[in-house]
């Protein structure tokens, strides 16, 4: 157990809708990042937060947007879903948000779009 | 920007056997590397991490990894296989101190074999 709590661990929507996903860090850690892992794209860095802050931006869609509140969780919202929004989001939490640290992910958000 | 490749995506060893699974950077600064292991339908641990301290980096459940900056490698090995060793390994770079993209490779799949 990493300490990086993911809710839900499930979701099956429809195109076109909207869904958020929620990312607790590990107690004392400041930064969490979000990935998307998917078959045909690997795992993809899609944004970092540090202290509620946006610090690093990866591949991440504009249908999709992320922030992160002053309790440190963290939401992931994705907008006008499409078949290929289908993927596992994980969320990962680091200490001090910099390159050498440790990332914890957490065991993942499976979304599945119909 | 910095990028990994792994090479083979499917490993398969006899348990017992010694177990080498190959990753190759670029980077332009010195960079952090990273392996990773997935075991199915659970998120990324770490098992090992080089941070510019010694080459030879030892990690969780016998695997080592060794800087091989001449060669950009980072391959990962263990001495002897098990069969709860079967999973999803990562390897992954960031590099500079700020720069938190961090870039997975495609992931190989060690099979271990009775």
């Known amino acids: 157990d990493s300490g990086v709590t993911q809710t839900p661990k499930h979701l099956i929507t429809a195109t076109g809708q909207r869904v958020t996903l929620r990312c607790s860090p590990r107690?004392?850690?400041?930064?969490v990042y979000w990935y998307q892992q998917s078959l045909d794209q690997g795992l993809q860095f899609l944004i970092q937060?540090?202290?509620?802050?946006?610090?690093a931006k990866g591949n991440i869609l504009e249908r999709f947007s992320a922030q992160q509140f002053p309790d440190l969780h963290s939401e992931l919202n994705l907008s006008s879903l499409e078949l290929g929004d289908s993927a596992l989001y994980f969320c990962?939490?680091?200490?001090?948000?910099?390159?050498?640290?440790?990332?914890?992910f957490g065991p993942g958000t499976r979304l599945t779009v119909l | 920007a910095q990028s990994v490749t792994q090479l083979g995506s499917h490993v398969s060893v006899s348990e017992g056997a010694l177990v080498l699974l190959r990753c190759n950077y670029s980077?332009?600064?010195?960079?952090?590397l990273f392996w990773y292991v997935q075991y199915p339908n659970q998120g990324l641990q770490l098992l090992l991490k080089y941070t510019s301290a010694a080459t030879l980096v030892k990690g969780i459940n016998g695997f080592e990894a060794e800087f091989k900056k001449s060669e950009t490698s980072f391959h990962l090995t263990k001495p002897s296989a098990h069969m709860s060793d079967a999973a999803e390994y990562f390897c992954?770079?960031?590099?500079?101190?700020?720069?938190?993209?961090?870039?997975f490779g495609a992931g190989t799949r060690l099979t271990v074999k009775p």
């Open positions: 937060y540090y202290n509620g802050e946006e610090r």
């Open positions: 107690s004392g850690d400041l930064s």
């Open positions: 980077s332009s600064v010195p960079p952090y």
């Open positions: 990962a939490s680091s200490v001090a948000g910099v390159s050498a640290d440790t990332q914890y």
């Open positions: 992954a770079v960031s590099g500079g101190y700020n720069n938190n993209d961090m870039r």
